[in-house]
């Protein structure tokens, strides 16, 4: 451009990140928040971002993908939308909302790139969730990575559980038994009847030379020379014959008379 005193002046072209769409000006304008621009001696006006990108700053020459945990499903964005509880995102320039927490599984903060598995003796039988849900009475959750956390299983017989958030059933002791699924408690053996080993289903009676013992978890045999007495309950003990009789093994109900000589 001519200056009127012989002398010529060079008009500059717009570096990057800036524009101008109009002649005759003193300098340029620098790309608004949300847009960007890597071209040299821009005439029109800066390129948006795309979604899954943004740019909170003026007068840059490209914008920022959205980082994991975050996302953008508008175009010329200042800045990126977190995750919502209940969901995660692994991918790094997201363009829709991130992913809903499968089953089994949980988020309860924002901004997160993984939703996380259920801890044993919990449960989420739901998508898009913030919290798991303890296992109910009866029923547990294996520590096992595993298992599927969708969802608790029932204690099965001989077994029980009389807490919440377990992560095993627990065997009815000796003595004791459980004949259904998802139990709260064992119960006692009825008089009579007995249990020798841990998570029996059922209870039986003793053999017939023996009585049940102590905490109905064992039998006692009846030694010759006794015999067996039961009450009207069905509780049966051992007690020695008297003077002038005797019992034969296996011992019976009643004592015999000794034979003469």
Not at 113 to 120: D, E, R, V, W
Not at 180 to 187: D, E, K, L, Q, S
Not at 201 to 229: E, H
Request: aromatic letters at 6%.
């Amino acid at each position: 451009t001519d200056t009127g005193t012989g002398d010529y002046v060079v008009c500059l072209k717009c570096r990057q990140g800036t524009y101008q769409k109009q002649t005759s000006q003193t300098d340029c304008t620098m790309c608004s928040v949300g847009r960007s621009s890597i071209i040299i001696a821009r005439q029109n006006e800066c390129s948006k971002c795309e979604k899954g990108k943004y740019q909170s700053e003026v007068g840059t020459t490209n914008c920022l993908k959205c980082i994991q945990g975050t996302y953008q499903h508008q175009t010329e964005q200042t800045k990126c939308i977190l995750c919502d509880v209940g969901s995660s995102s692994s991918i790094i320039g997201r363009k829709d909302e991130c992913s809903a927490c499968n089953k089994g599984r949980y988020q309860s903060e924002r901004g997160m790139s993984i939703c996380l598995k259920c801890i044993p003796g919990k449960y989420q039988s739901n998508v898009k969730q913030s919290n798991c849900t303890s296992c109910p009475l009866g029923y547990y959750r294996l520590r096992n990575r595993n298992s599927d956390a969708s969802k608790c299983n029932a204690c099965q017989r001989g077994m029980y559980a009389d807490a919440i958030q377990l992560t095993a059933c627990l065997r009815c002791l000796p003595g004791f038994y459980m004949n259904h699924i998802n139990a709260t408690f064992c119960i006692r053996c009825p008089i009579g009847y007995l249990s020798v080993v841990p998570g029996s289903t059922n209870c039986t009676k003793p053999s017939d030379d023996a009585v049940v013992g102590t905490g109905q978890s064992s039998q006692v045999k009846i030694s010759a020379g006794w015999k067996k007495k039961c009450n009207d309950n069905g509780h049966c003990s051992p007690v020695p014959c008297p003077s002038g009789k005797y019992s034969t093994v296996p011992p019976s109900n009643v004592c015999i008379n000794c034979p003469k000589g």
